[in-house]
């Protein structure tokens, strides 16, 4: 079925009519605002000003194309190539996980967390290890101005694309590539005040009941780990932050709701005193930690 005329409520009323089978209603209504915003550059207020207009043929086709995609669960963020974290514009690609409301929220924490204590006074050392887009680090760059801000990930096309959002954004954020289980880089600065990782975290059982938005998109590199050693990353890390992090740093770490106990077992055996937090829907998301 192709749009039945290039009006923009009749755009708005074909999305919905097509996909109403697969998504909620609210989702829908983001997806349309999202669209709008990417392929015509349109905010809410314009878009609910330009209801009565037509658009050209050739943008038409990127609503007729983009809710094809959308029928596929194609994730809305890689269609339109962009998502938005913490007040910043985050290229993505099937190369990085797009990132998730969650990690915003840990971030946000951090934020405040940093504000209020003594660190503040410091010239900040930052280290975002398996950083992904950079959207974790970027985001500290962007609040903490004067900060020295490092990235590591394994995987080359992330390290990449990290480098293009900084650039874009002009922050001066470091990327390396580096695995996190073997052989971390030589980076600008040996001590850090906060090391934070948003490592993979999703155990392969878990596959079965994940959506094929994530599956079928996103890279598994970044998303799965071992039954039989769910907490890989975290050892290595946390072996790592007791080595580089300074007397009174941070260590954030993002996990896996159902690993809280054994993280933070895990973390007191490593040196650390950590509290778990949880996120917006109420589920165990992310630990605070420094050294005992």
Known sequence: MHIPSNKVADISRYVHSELADKYPQGELDMFVLFLFEAFLGWN????????????????LLKFHWAVEDLKRF??????????????????????????????????LHVRRLIADSTLRALSLRVLDLCSGSGCIALS??????????????ISPKAVEMAQHNARRLELEVQFNQGDVLADIPSLPVSEFDL??????????????VMQSNV???????ALFVPD?????F?????????AHLSRKGFLVLE?????????????????FEGECYRDFRNKDRYIIAQLS
Do not use: W
């Open 215 to 221: 599956l079928d998109y996103e890279p598994h590199l």
């Open 228 to 232: 039989r050693d769910p907490l890989l």
């Open 44 to 59: 809410q207020v314009q878009y609910m000003l330009h209801r009565g207009d037509t658009i050209n043929q050739s943008d």
């Open 74 to 107: 194609r994730p809305i963020q890689h269609i339109c190539g962009y998502t938005d974290f913490c007040g910043l514009r985050i290229q993505v690609s099937p190369d990085v996980l797009i990132p998730r409301p969650e990690t915003e929220e840990m971030v």
């Open 255 to 271: 996990i896996n709701e159902q690993l809280a106990s054994e993280m933070l077992a895990m973390l007191r055996l490593k040196g």
């Open 140 to 153: 500290l760059k962007s609040f903490f101005a004067d900060a020295v801000v490092c990235g590591v990930d």
């Open 195 to 208: 090391i934070v990782s948003n490592p993979p975290y999703v155990m392969d059982s878990e596959r079965e």
């Open 234 to 242: 975290y050892r290595a890390i946390a072996d790592y932050a007791a």
